[in-house]
């Protein structure tokens, strides 16, 4: 069955200044939706407002009903914050756990984290830490999963080690992705917006782009 | 009740972010309790209750992060911090029932 998440109309400001006063964007299971836009234009502070951390004026929606904090049906919705949000003091093994992911595959997929289920969070590489992050989110059971900057901290294999998860389980689930990295993103997406000046508009041709000198490969051909 | 169980793991793994810096203020209250009796037992109360505002301050300001942990399993701020305030409380009285069964 098909699920759609829309944010709309979400209008958001800090201290009297607009971040966010146009936005509608609309993203399904089974796709990709890329979130592309300069650095300071709002996109983290759009997947905080869908995701209902962050208080803004909004209507998210799942299959046309509203909801005012998604987070707070983790069936629903998870988020991928730029920055590492793991306890440091857990061990693999209870990360896991708590996600519901699946340990054993995770070693076999990867096996350089074979046998290091005990381990702490804190002890891991930058890199490693966030492959773990990506991988809970990635195949956790939500319906859709907000990734602000994935690739950042990640080795180039890591790097196309996740994009291959994450096309493998848009069959699960919808993705909402950005990050500073467009290349990525486009290779991965199915669907783009563009935000920029607190609004979101569909990206179809080099055109939308504007005069935003945002260089995406796709439309090179 | 699995997810009464996740949840209840999940305070409890939110309550170790400053358990340390409780246990000491709760075993030094615990301490006078018994030296001084009923006596101080107001002045433990605030103590408490204010030594746990600040680690509010702190845990919220230097653990920010750590909160998306918490929300991608559908916990908010809110619960964690009542339920772990709770938990403290309840642990605070325990050890003065203790200080004062063992004068």
Redesign the interface.
């Known amino acids: 069955m098909k699920h759609t998440l829309e944010a709309d109309s979400v209008r958001l400001q800090y201290n009297g200044r607009k971040v966010l006063s146009d936005v509608y964007l609309k993203c399904e299971t089974g796709k990709v939706t890329g979130l592309l836009g300069r650095n300071g234009q709002g996109k983290s502070s759009l997947m905080k407002a869908i995701?209902g951390?962050v208080d803004a004026e909004k209507s998210v929606r799942f299959d046309n009903r509203v909801r005012r904090?998604p987070?707070?049906?983790?069936r629903l919705i998870?988020?991928l914050?730029q920055?590492?949000?793991?306890?440091k003091?857990?061990r693999l093994r209870?990360v896991f756990l708590?996600?519901d992911a699946d340990w054993s595959l995770f070693e076999r997929t990867f096996p350089n984290f074979s046998g290091r289920g005990n381990e702490r969070i804190g002890n891991l590489s930058g890199g490693e830490n966030r492959f773990v992050e990506l991988f809970v989110?990635i195949t956790?059971t939500a319906q859709f999963a907000l990734l602000d900057e994935p690739f950042t901290h990640l080795s180039p294999l890591q790097t196309e080690a996740m994009k291959a998860l994450i096309i493998a389980e848009k069959v699960n689930k919808g993705f909402l992705v950005t990050d500073h990295m467009f290349q990525h993103v486009t290779e991965v997406a199915d669907d783009l917006y563009l935000l920029v000046d607190g609004k979101t508009r569909r990206v179809t041709n080099p055109e939308d782009l504007g005069n935003t000198r945002l260089y995406v490969k796709r439309f090179e051909q | 009740m699995k997810s009464l169980f996740?949840r209840a793991?999940?305070v409890l793994?939110f309550y170790?972010?400053f358990v340390a810096a409780s246990a000491v203020i709760t075993t030094c209250c615990a301490g006078l309790f018994w030296r001084y009796g009923f006596g101080v037992f107001v002045g433990l109360f605030w103590l408490k209750v204010l030594s746990l505002g600040v680690l509010f301050y702190f845990v919220n300001d230097f653990?920010r992060?750590?909160?998306?942990?918490y929300?991608?399993?559908?916990m908010?701020k809110h619960i964690l911090w009542t339920c772990a305030f709770a938990l403290d409380f309840g642990l605070f009285v325990v050890a003065l029932i203790a200080a004062s069964n063992f004068r």
């Open positions: 995701f951390s904090k987070y707070e049906d983790p998870r988020y914050p920055f590492n949000f793991i306890p003091f857990l209870k708590d996600y989110l956790s | 996740l793991g999940l793994t170790r972010s653990k992060a750590e909160y998306y942990y929300h991608n399993l559908g908010s």
